[in-house]
């Protein structure tokens, strides 16, 4: 069956940068998604990349997608106390309302 | 402002009460799901509907159900609440078949049973 899957936590130190990792075992994804959380809040669309790219740059933000490992990763550069949140990857197939997600990665920032 | 509302933020209610959530987007959504947050974060589709009609249904129990009285509305009605529905229930929409797709969240509920 379909599944996306996350770390739940990774630590940096402020000013690096942060890699969270996804995998994905569908291979029919049109889009896949990064959405951050900030604490109390609902999610926000951070990023997403559609199935046909390999990368993605936005400003701090670079998406990549492997296809053939079906692996999509999302770094941020110069680390900052504002991107504390939890990042969801998420996958949508081709014909389908549904998105698929993990289960998030808490981004903790050291001083 | 354009945006995804849920009322209330807040709930705590006793076991065994019947409580509603209400959801209301203005962006013109055809499209509304119905997550659930665990407190450990994992979040759960629960419903959705499409143009006031249901297309998704997970398994939930059917103490939880779902009104749609308008595309810009949907509405979570749950009966006999346990302990184990404490959660943060989120609401979202999204126009299908436009673009990314991108799915617009509400701020959640955080509901609370005793």
């Known amino acids: 069956g379909e599944d996306v899957e996350q770390s739940l936590f990774l630590s940096v130190r402020e000013g690096d940068s942060s890699v969270i990792n996804c995998t994905y075992t569908d291979s029919s994804s049109t889009y896949l998604y990064w959405y951050k959380q900030e604490p109390g809040a609902g999610l926000q669309l951070l990023t997403y990349?559609?199935?046909n790219m390999d990368m993605k740059q936005d400003q701090r933000l670079t998406v990549l997608l492997n296809k053939k490992d079906k692996h999509l990763s999302l770094r941020i550069a110069d680390t900052q106390t504002g991107d504390s949140a939890i990042y969801f990857c998420a996958e949508k197939w081709d014909s389908n309302y549904q998105l698929i997600w993990g289960a998030g990665t808490k981004l903790i920032i050291k001083p | 402002d354009t945006a995804v509302s849920q009322t209330p933020k807040y709930l705590v209610t006793q076991m065994g009460n019947d409580k509603s959530i209400k959801c209301e987007q203005n962006l013109g959504h055809d499209t509304m799901y119905w997550y659930k947050q665990d407190s450990k974060k994992f979040l759960k589709i629960m419903f959705s509907?499409?143009?006031?009609?249901?297309?998704i249904n997970e398994t939930v129990p059917n103490r939880f159900s779902p009104k749609s009285p308008d595309k810009a509305h949907l509405n979570l009605h749950i009966n006999s609440l346990e302990l184990g529905d404490s959660a943060v229930y989120f609401c979202a929409s999204s126009l299908p078949g436009q673009g990314n797709n991108e799915q617009f969240f509400g701020p959640g509920t955080r509901l609370t049973v005793l």
């Open positions: 990349i559609f199935s």
């Open positions: 509907y499409n143009n006031k009609e249901l297309i």
